[in-house]
């Protein structure tokens, strides 16, 4: 897992990494990276405290004026003694095994190693482990653990894509003068363009689209080896995103990497959130957890569906196949959008009380999901109202403007056996609420969920491929009309009515005799479970 600063470190670790990559900002490939050398070191002896591993990485492509600050580098790294040092290079990665021979040298993935050759090579040049490019397909992978027994192999299984090969890209360079190669790119990839029509006489001009004229063009894009697949290029007023590609996720296929003998998977993310690091070493070490316990019957789905709390531009398996296609790109915008977002962060528990740092907006009747590490069990409190840590003030709703502790007490969870909570959640555990989405932003998930469901498949079928166009339209239209009325999934309080999922402090599920029989059934199921869509009706009637 990735980890931006020394907190996000922690939190790796207590969600289930084995081993945490991070850098500093002057010589590693992310330059907001939080980390100063002090910190580095305190990161490493928790995480070896708790028995994991830790690489820093030195993956920049070097330029004259860095190698003055190499031999300060590796006196620091020889004291500090991290597990492996991430390099690109090929002149860093000579000096260093001069500097530093007692510690592993790994290949990073902007060295672009995408052949056995390659990893041969970096094999008989000393290295320890090599990470591929994401460019690298499932057979190409296959055939190069088959050729390299020798030395580990590390795949990108999920995280951000770059639409260029593995990072190496000019337009930042070209349209911000910021280098990408450098650790400091502006995600040019990620902007929206306008088109323009270049006249007969050589003047430029805007093609305005408006409500008189829309229904008259659409834009595609029609690539000279794939005659016929049309790549549509839609532009509003706010322009279009033709090189925004979605998000890594290799979930639907993680039991064939399993299954070869991939020695470490790999989550792209330093400059993510503390929320996106729990969230997704949570789930992948479950899923890893999983196959390891049962293989043949090992499925993803409920492991994406927590993919989906987690913001993102849609997901793709990317080159896993071989070959991208039209699914593996986000045309009709650039946002990242989750079901859920972060509500706090556990700062202190005691025998009576969570104290929780707020991170985003919560109003009474929200529902808090309090995520158990280690373990895909959790504890959903439907919240009424918030008590502040430290003036004991009682309000209706709370704002994260000041990152302000409120006081949880254990006397809310009446549906729970709380004697257990301070080892099932500990400091640095994490709260999540669901977030309320824009008509568009509902219609992109959806449309998202359905590409990723065709791309794991291989191919759509005829009924997919009407379903996913008819859910295009769907989200075109809720683009072109602008609401920005928001809704969450589950009614927003306990007075409203019921979302079925049985939280402690929910009233009405609690409480109302139509809900017996369902209070019943829910008795015998793991804590946190919770019940199938569409099941509350059925068992309620």
């Known amino acids: 897992?990735?980890?931006?600063?020394?907190?996000?470190?922690?939190?790796?670790?207590?969600?289930?990494?084995?081993?945490?990559?991070?850098?500093?900002?002057?010589?590693?490939?992310?330059?907001?990276?939080?980390?100063?050398?002090?910190?580095?070191?305190?990161?490493?002896?928790?995480?070896?405290?708790?028995?994991?591993?830790?690489?820093?990485?030195?993956?920049?492509?070097?330029?004259?004026?860095?190698?003055?600050?190499?031999?300060?580098?590796?006196?620091?790294?020889?004291?500090?003694?991290?597990?492996?040092?991430?390099?690109?290079?090929?002149?860093?990665?000579?000096?260093?095994?001069?500097?530093?021979?007692?510690?592993?040298?790994?290949?990073?993935?902007?060295?672009?190693?995408?052949?056995?050759?390659?990893?041969?090579?970096?094999?008989?040049?000393?290295?320890?482990?090599?990470?591929?490019?994401?460019?690298?397909?499932?057979?190409?992978?296959?055939?190069?653990?088959?050729?390299?027994?020798?030395?580990?192999?590390?795949?990108?299984?999920?995280?951000?894509?770059?639409?260029?090969?593995?990072?190496?890209?000019?337009?930042?360079?070209?349209?911000?003068?910021?280098?990408?190669?450098?650790?400091?790119?502006?995600?040019?990839?990620?902007?929206?363009?306008?088109?323009?029509?270049?006249?007969?006489?050589?003047?430029?001009?805007?093609?305005?689209?408006?409500?008189?004229?829309?229904?008259?063009?659409?834009?595609?894009?029609?690539?000279?080896?794939?005659?016929?697949?049309?790549?549509?290029?839609?532009?509003?007023?706010?322009?279009?995103?033709?090189?925004?590609?979605?998000?890594?996720?290799?979930?639907?296929?993680?039991?064939?990497?399993?299954?070869?003998?991939?020695?470490?998977?790999k989550v792209e993310g330093r400059g993510k959130s503390m929320y996106y690091v729990a969230v997704v070493a949570r789930a992948y070490r479950m899923a890893i957890d999983d196959y390891y316990r049962d293989p043949d019957n090992w499925n993803p789905q409920k492991y994406m569906d927590e993919m989906y709390s987690v913001a993102n531009r849609g997901y793709t398996t990317a080159f896993h196949d071989g070959r991208l296609n039209n699914y593996a790109h986000n045309y009709e915008d650039t946002h990242s959008i989750g079901e859920w977002e972060f509500a706090g962060l556990l700062e202190n528990v005691t025998d009576d009380a969570f104290y929780m740092k707020v991170k985003n907006k919560i109003v009474a009747g929200e529902v808090l999901e309090f995520l158990q590490p280690m373990s895909g069990e959790s504890v959903l409190l439907r919240i009424y109202e918030f008590e502040n840590a430290k003036s004991g003030e009682i309000t209706q709703e709370v704002h994260a403007g000041k990152q302000p502790v409120i006081r949880i007490p254990f006397s809310l969870f009446d549906k729970e056996e709380v004697a257990g909570f301070k080892d099932r959640f500990p400091i640095n555990t994490i709260v999540r609420k669901e977030r309320p989405l824009t008509p568009e932003q509902w219609n992109r998930l959806k449309l998202d969920r359905l590409g990723e469901r065709i791309e794991a498949r291989g191919e759509a079928t005829p009924a997919q491929e009407n379903k996913y166009e008819s859910q295009r339209d769907k989200l075109i239209d809720a683009i072109a009309e602008g609401s920005q009325d928001r809704r969450a999934k589950s009614p927003r309080l306990g007075l409203d009515g019921c979302c079925g999922r049985g939280c402690n402090g929910c009233m009405i599920f609690w409480e109302d005799p139509k809900f017996e029989k369902a209070r019943e059934i829910l008795k015998s199921k793991k804590q946190g479970e919770m019940f199938a869509k569409n099941a509350l009706k059925h068992e309620v009637s």
């Open 1 to 265: 897992m990735p980890a931006g600063n020394l907190q996000k470190l922690k939190i790796a670790v207590l969600y289930g990494a084995d081993a945490i990559y991070l850098g500093t900002p002057d010589m590693s490939l992310r330059t907001k990276a939080e980390f100063t050398l002090e910190q580095v070191v305190e990161g490493i002896e928790f995480a070896h405290k708790h028995g994991k591993r830790v690489y820093l990485t030195l993956n920049l492509f070097s330029h004259n004026k860095d190698i003055p600050k190499l031999d300060e580098y590796a006196e620091t790294i020889r004291d500090i003694k991290p597990d492996g040092l991430l390099i690109a290079d090929p002149g860093v990665f000579q000096y260093m095994k001069k500097k530093l021979p007692e510690v592993p040298l790994h290949i990073s993935t902007q060295a672009n190693v995408c052949s056995w050759l390659s990893v041969d090579f970096w094999k008989d040049q000393g290295a320890a482990l090599v990470v591929l490019a994401r460019e690298v397909s499932f057979p190409e992978l296959a055939e190069i653990r088959e050729k390299c027994p020798d030395i580990r192999l590390e795949a990108f299984v999920h995280g951000a894509m770059c639409m260029t090969y593995s990072g190496r890209c000019l337009l930042s360079n070209f349209m911000a003068e910021r280098g990408a190669n450098q650790g400091n790119c502006a995600n040019s990839c990620r902007w929206n363009y306008k088109v323009r029509m270049r006249m007969k006489d050589g003047t430029i001009n805007e093609l305005e689209l408006n409500e008189d004229n829309v229904g008259m063009f659409e834009f595609l894009l029609e690539e000279g080896c794939r005659p016929g697949e049309l790549m549509p290029i839609l532009e509003d007023g706010r322009g279009s995103y033709i090189l925004n590609s979605k998000d890594l996720c290799l979930m639907p296929k993680l039991d064939e990497l399993m299954r070869i003998g991939v020695d470490t998977l």
